[in-house]
């Protein structure tokens, strides 16, 4: 009977190796987590057309002149 309980020890102890103590790397590599910019597109500011006439607000226009007292 003492020799199967160390069998049993002996057993229990070989497969707790096995499963935990088999590792044999050191540490696992890092991971790269910089961040890449996307490229930017440079975009040009709209002409201003300087010889059109000002633009006129459609609301001032459609008021009618207020009365004289």
């Known amino acids: 009977m ?3 309980k160390i069998s049993i020890v ?3 102890m070989g497969l707790f190796l096995a499963s935990c103590g088999g ?3 050191t540490a ?3 991971e790269d987590t910089t961040v890449v910019a996307a490229p ?4 040009a500011a709209p002409a201003v057309d300087t010889t ?5 607000d459609s609301a001032a226009a459609a008021a009618p002149a207020p009365a004289a007292h």
């Open 23 to 25: 590792n044999t790397e």
């Open 28 to 30: 696992a590599p890092a």
């Open 2 to 4: 003492k020799f199967v």
């Open 52 to 56: 059109a006439a000002p633009a006129v």
């Open 10 to 12: 002996a057993l229990s």
């Open 40 to 43: 930017v597109e440079e975009v």
